[in-house]
């Protein structure tokens, strides 16, 4: 089956411990983005990539990083930076000259 | 700043009826028009798009409006059913903007039956 996986679903860490969240796609598309999800905020976006080994900060890339070393995957690490880290996090990708997006299932991120 | 700007955040219609959620935006470079659909824990999905160049693109009992001088644009869900409830999430995005997609806040929609 073609589409975006995430892992894990649901994660715990503890304060002050960063954490990497997996986005593997196999629907070979250029472009990768990774999202945050909080209640009655939507969607904000934290970092993007168009091409491998080249990503770009969205608007609340300040506590995480990013890396793309292959196309089919975008991991995103959540480090102890981040204030606020618990939330649900959205991967994304779209094909080069389309614009319809194609989203993960999410892994909710708690921070105990 | 908000670059798309969503209402109402909840909606509760019967079974049915007609459902609408609005959304307006400020950059006029955004061309692609899109609503994503979202049940609990799950990732959005793409539900219906538009472009500037039609006022209207109707898709079974989904229906979206473009108002391109107004700079609004707007979801009316037809017969709603309760299978509909989710929340709904507009966006917009264009070449000029980079191909970053900007969301609206969500509407959780509710039907009753």
């Known amino acids: 089956d073609g589409g975006i996986t995430q892992s894990p679903k649901y994660l715990f860490r503890k304060e002050g411990q960063n954490v990497t969240l997996s986005c593997e796609q196999n629907?070979?598309?250029?472009?990768m983005y990774w999202y945050r999800q909080d209640p009655g905020q939507g969607l904000r976006l934290i970092y993007y990539?168009?091409?491998?080994?080249?990503?770009q900060k969205g608007d609340i890339a300040e506590g995480y990083s990013v890396s793309r070393e292959k196309k089919e995957s975008f991991p995103l690490t959540v480090t102890s930076a981040q204030k606020n880290p618990t939330a649900f996090y959205l991967c994304?990708?779209?094909?080069?000259?389309?614009?319809?997006?194609?989203f993960g299932p999410g892994t909710r991120l708690t921070v105990l | 700043q908000q670059q798309v700007k969503q209402s109402p955040q909840s909606l509760i219609v019967q079974k049915g009826g007609i459902s609408i959620i609005n959304c307006a935006y400020e950059?006029?470079?955004?061309?692609?028009f899109p609503w994503y659909q979202q049940f609990p824990g799950k990732g959005p999905a793409l539900l219906i798009a538009?472009?500037?160049?039609?006022s209207e693109k109707k898709e079974g009992r989904f229906t979206i409006s473009f108002n391109k001088s107004a700079k609004q644009f707007s979801l009316h869900i037809m017969d709603s059913q309760p299978g509909d409830s989710a929340t709904y999430f507009c966006?917009?995005?264009?070449?000029?903007?980079?191909?970053?997609?900007?969301f609206g806040t969500g509407t959780s929609l509710t039907v009753i039956p």
């Open positions: 990539s168009q091409i491998v080994n080249d990503f």
């Open positions: 966006a917009a995005s264009g070449l000029n903007t980079g191909n970053q997609f900007y």
């Open positions: 629907l070979n598309h250029d472009a």
């Open positions: 538009i472009r500037p160049d039609v």
């Open positions: 950059n006029t470079a955004f061309d692609y």
């Open positions: 994304a990708s779209n094909p080069t000259g389309s614009d319809e997006q194609f």
